[in-house]
Each structure stands twice: as structure tokens, then as C-alpha cells.
């Protein structure tokens, strides 16, 4: 069975830095593209970062030039580097996989159980 376990999450300063990082484990031929999506309270799931096998990103705007997002292919892992964080980067964050299946060979997406990320002074 395939899982992604998530780590990194925690409470911070304004201003401050957090790194998240996301592994997929389990019968997976190909990874295509790992990526973070954040809920806040009252609010919709949003796209944060993606990243794709062959190392092609895209960002929300509102974590441009704050937020840097990284694969390693090999571990089949994605990290979110977070720094100069807000109060409104306050949320859940989900790590998202889009992956192959090794015995169907049929693409899926999986979702992570969700880490909490909390700004606050």
C-alpha cells in the first residue's frame, strides 16, 4: 500500500522558518509530481508548491520568492523549505503525490494525513 508520511510542521515566529518534508513509500513505479497544498480554518484547500519528476516548479503567488520546493527522485521525497513566514501561512499542509502503480500501472494521486503549521508570536 502506498502512504506519504509528512514531518516538519510546528509553531513559529512571524519572520521565521520551517522546513516540511513528505515521503511516498509503498509499490510505486514512477513518481510525476509531488506538491504541498495548505487548509486554513473556514477556508478551501489551496495549491501552495509543485514539483515534477523532472524538476519543473510552480508556486502560488502568495509564497513566491519565500518558499522553495525540492524532490529527490531517489527517495521518492518532497521537501517545502518555508522562510520569512506570516500569520497568514497559518494551516494544515498537505502533501499531494501523483505516482504510478507498479502492479496496475494506472496513475493515482494520494494524499498525506496533513501537518500543521501555526505563525504566530
Known amino acids: 500500500q502506498v502512504q506519504l508520511v509528512e514531518s516538519g510542521g510546528g509553531l513559529v515566529q512571524p519572520g521565521g522558518s520551517l522546513r516540511l518534508s513528505c515521503a511516498a513509500s509503498?509499490?510505486?513505479?514512477?513518481?510525476?509530481?509531488m506538491g504541498w497544498y495548505r487548509q486554513a480554518p473556514g477556508k478551501q484547500r489551496e495549491l501552495v508548491a509543485t514539483?515534477?519528476?523532472?524538476?519543473?516548479?510552480n508556486y502560488a503567488d502568495s509564497v513566491k520568492g519565500r518558499f522553495t520546493i525540492s524532490g529527490d527522485n531517489a527517495k521518492n521525497t518532497v521537501y517545502l523549505q518555508m522562510n520569512s513566514l506570516k500569520s497568514e501561512d497559518t494551516a494544515v499542509y498537505y502533501c499531494?503525490?501523483?505516482?504510478?502503480?507498479?502492479?496496475?500501472?494506472?496513475?493515482?494521486?494520494?494524499w498525506g494525513q496533513g501537518t500543521q503549521v501555526t505563525v504566530s508570536s
Open positions: 499531494n503525490a501523483e505516482y504510478v502503480d507498479a502492479r496496475s500501472l494506472s496513475r493515482k494521486t494520494l
Open positions: 509503498g509499490i510505486i513505479l514512477r513518481v510525476n509530481v
Open positions: 514539483v515534477t519528476a523532472g524538476g519543473g516548479t
